[in-house]
């Protein structure tokens, strides 16, 4: 699966490690998510909603 043409950000909480996670966030309210050391796999593509629900369930601890 061939990268979109986005800005990636690399997580905050990854620190300078290897084993990081890459977000992109497009204007037409789409995320795009993919691992560092296997972006030649593709990405993971989530709606704004989504995303926003994933990090709410993250902030309250029930993962």
Known sequence: MHS???QWR???YSGSGDNCVEV???P?????VR???NRHL???KF???EWTAFLHTLKAGQV
């Open 47 to 49: 709606s704004a909603q």
């Open 35 to 37: 691992d560092t050391q």
């Open 28 to 32: 037409e309210a789409v995320v795009f």
């Open 10 to 12: 690399k997580s905050s």
């Open 24 to 26: 992109a966030e497009t």
């Open 42 to 44: 593709g990405y993971l």
């Open 4 to 6: 979109p043409n986005v």
